[in-house]
């Protein structure tokens, strides 16, 4: 297993820019393929984006598509979510969490462990 803690949340102003930082302890993280999901209040929690073991696949949520640049570092443990020209509808709560999974990386269960989550708040 692996523990993940995020940081970089915070309240921007729409059409600002975040960068959250998400750091796994333990020697397997270069196993897991990693992957940022949010939830807002009275929401389920959705997907945002997925980056494959070795970095070399990513994968969007439409809604973020552009906007949102996810990317890892296996020598530091790392992994990374660059938001751009956040929106006001990008106001959530997230989590990174890692997947032994190579498939459905957009479907929340199939994520073995998760972080305590990071709160993004994006002003009008």
């Known amino acids: 297993q692996v523990q993940l803690v995020e940081s970089g949340g915070g309240l921007v102003q729409a059409g600002g820019s975040l960068r959250l930082s998400c750091v796994a302890s333990?020697?397997?993280?270069?196993?897991?393929?990693m992957g940022w999901l949010r939830q807002a209040p009275g929401k389920e929690r959705e997907f945002v984006a997925a980056?494959?073991?070795?970095?070399?696949?990513?994968y969007y949520a439409d809604s973020v598509k552009g906007r949102f640049t996810i990317s890892r570092d296996n020598t530091k443990n790392t992994v990374h979510l660059q938001m751009n020209s956040l929106k006001p509808e990008d106001t959530a709560v997230y989590y990174c969490?890692?997947?032994?999974?190579?498939?459905?990386?957009?479907?929340?269960?199939?994520?073995?462990?998760w972080g305590q989550g990071t709160q993004v708040t994006v002003s009008s």
């Open positions: 333990g020697r397997t993280f270069s196993s897991y393929a």
């Open positions: 969490a890692a997947s032994k999974s190579t498939f459905g990386l957009r479907l929340p269960f199939r994520y073995d462990n």
């Open positions: 980056i494959s073991w070795n970095g070399g696949t990513t």
